[in-house]
T-cell receptor, first 112, second 112 residues
């Protein structure tokens, strides 16, 4: 079956530090890949997506590249801000199941 | 454009009591999802609707959970009777194509 594995958190960084959150997946077929962000007490917001190999999704300074050879979709940001503190979820979607499969989430804490 | 609306935002009940959650999807989105998110975990699909038809309810505990989407717009998820293990965040999402899903703020349920 489909599965998503994320690095465990919390990840604690100083403001302006470089961020990487690792995500790898197992899927049948050719999934689309997503990063969602969840701020405290809120629902999930779509951050970025990529639908095929070598695509790069980007939004608000965050980037992730769909790497089929390593089945990965790592999230990166060059300079984090305190306002980026949230839980980040990696997810995949396959048309066969027509549903999102999520990782367990990685909490990011950014300190001044 | 208005997002996915859910109510109530919070609910505290005693075990064995019934509870219901309501969701209004983004206008024009024919696909509606209910997810359950346990503490520290990613969301897991409970049921998916295409218009008014439940096309995937394989993960819905049918002995106590029920859902409906009359007229193919808003939807209600019910638990009767609630158990302690049902404490979670219940998320509603909607989409046009199925692939990119937009989430509501969720209902936080606490069963005492």
């Amino acid at each position: 079956g489909n599965s998503v594995t994320q690095m465990e958190g919390p990840v604690t960084l100083s403001e302006e530090a470089f961020l990487t959150i690792n995500c790898t997946y197992t899927a049948t077929g050719y999934p689309s890949l997503f990063w969602y962000v969840q701020y405290p007490g809120e629902g999930l917001q779509l951050l970025l997506k990529a639908t095929k190999a070598d695509d790069k999704g980007s939004n608000k300074g965050f980037e992730a590249t769909y790497r089929k050879e390593t089945t990965s979709f790592h999230l990166e940001k060059g300079s984090v801000q305190v306002s980026d503190s949230a839980v980040y979820f990696c997810a995949l979607f396959t048309g066969g199941g027509n549903k999102l499969t999520f990782g367990t989430g990685t909490q990011l804490k950014v300190e001044l | 454009e208005a997002g996915v609306v859910q109510s109530p935002r919070y609910k505290i009940i005693e075990k064995k009591q019934p509870v219901a959650f309501w969701c209004n999807p983004i206008s024009g989105h024919n696909t509606l999802y209910w997810y359950r998110q346990n503490l520290g975990q990613g969301p897991e699909l409970l049921i998916r609707y295409e218009n008014e038809e439940a096309v995937d309810d394989s993960q819905l505990p049918k002995d106590r959970f029920s859902a409906e989407r009359l007229k193919g717009v808003d939807s209600t998820l019910k638990i009767q009777p609630a158990e302690l293990g049902d404490s979670a965040v219940y998320l509603c999402a909607s989409s046009v194509s199925g692939e990119t899903q937009y989430f509501g703020p969720g209902t936080r349920l606490l069963v005492l």
